[in-house]
């Protein structure tokens, strides 16, 4: 076995007769950020909800910290310290912010709860004058900023984000990346699926580009020029340079 933190062997998924993932492989180094990269529908998503155990392998398997997790509940998954960010935010829109919160720490010891908030609310200030507002209503920054608060409150191992830049203004984009970069300095190990591609790689150690469900290149992310983005992830390349402008 390697040293990884994160090992994909060989998984395959298929969603009822359609396959989406095929014998895909990667190892994620603790303490690294891997870019996931790929055009729309190549699985990037697939891949990320069969890890955090949200979707079942139909072959090969998940390990993480060097036990199979492939078959465990998202619940359990998440007790070892793998959060999954989905695309979309994974925050209750009808509650306030401070019952996001709440909930998010909701299994912690008691006593612990009221720091863990804390904690969150002090990487992102706004969510304290917004405590009370229904989360629903932030502002689509904010709203990803809930989401990071909430799987920073009680710290992971390993975040895999979704995309968490989609549908923001660029600038807005940026500061969750920096939220991102923190993260990754104080020492939690990063999956980032990510539309942005250079700004992904900007902060990835590794990349991994999938292509119609398979791994179409990995290596170092310095090592993804624009000959390996043309040639993996053609039009989405295309998209990314613009939207980094
Ligand atoms: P995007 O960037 O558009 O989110 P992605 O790379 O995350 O794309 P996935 O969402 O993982 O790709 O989709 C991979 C393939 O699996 C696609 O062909 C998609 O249509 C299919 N797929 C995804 N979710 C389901 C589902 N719940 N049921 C059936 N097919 C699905």
């Keep these: 076995m390697t040293d990884a933190l994160l090992a994909v062997e060989n998984l395959d998924v298929r969603y009822g007769p359609s396959q989406a993932l095929f014998d895909v492989s990667l190892a994620v180094a603790p303490g690294s950020v891997t870019a996931v990269l790929g055009a729309n529908g190549a699985g990037k998503s697939t891949l990320a909800r069969t890890v955090s155990g949200l979707v079942p392998a139909a072959a090969g398997r998940v390990i993480f910290d060097g036990v199979t997790v492939s078959g465990q509940s998202t619940h359990h998954i998440r007790k070892l310290g793998l959060t999954y960010i989905p695309e979309g935010r994974g925050i209750f829109p009808g509650l306030s912010v401070i019952d996001n919160l709440r909930m998010a720490v909701a299994q912690e010891k008691r006593g612990d709860r009221a720091d863990a908030i804390d904690r969150a609310i002090a990487l992102f200030p706004v969510l304290g004058q917004r405590r009370t507002q229904r989360a629903g209503s932030l502002s689509g920054g904010e709203q990803q900023m809930l989401a990071l608060a909430r799987a920073l409150a009680v710290p ?8 968490m830049s989609l549908g923001l203004a660029p600038i807005v984009a940026e500061s969750v990346f920096r939220s991102l970069e923190e993260a990754a300095r104080s ?13 992904a790689l900007a902060l990835a150690d590794s990349c991994v580009i999938l292509m119609r469900g398979r791994v179409g290149w990995s290596g170092p992310a310095d090592e993804a020029g624009q000959e390996v983005l043309d040639r993996y992830l053609g039009e989405a390349d295309q998209g990314a340079n613009t939207a980094v402008g």
């Design 156 to 163: 992971p191992r390993l975040i895999i984000a979704d995309e």
């Design 187 to 199: 020492g939690i190990t990063i999956v980032l699926i990510e539309q942005f591609v250079h700004r």
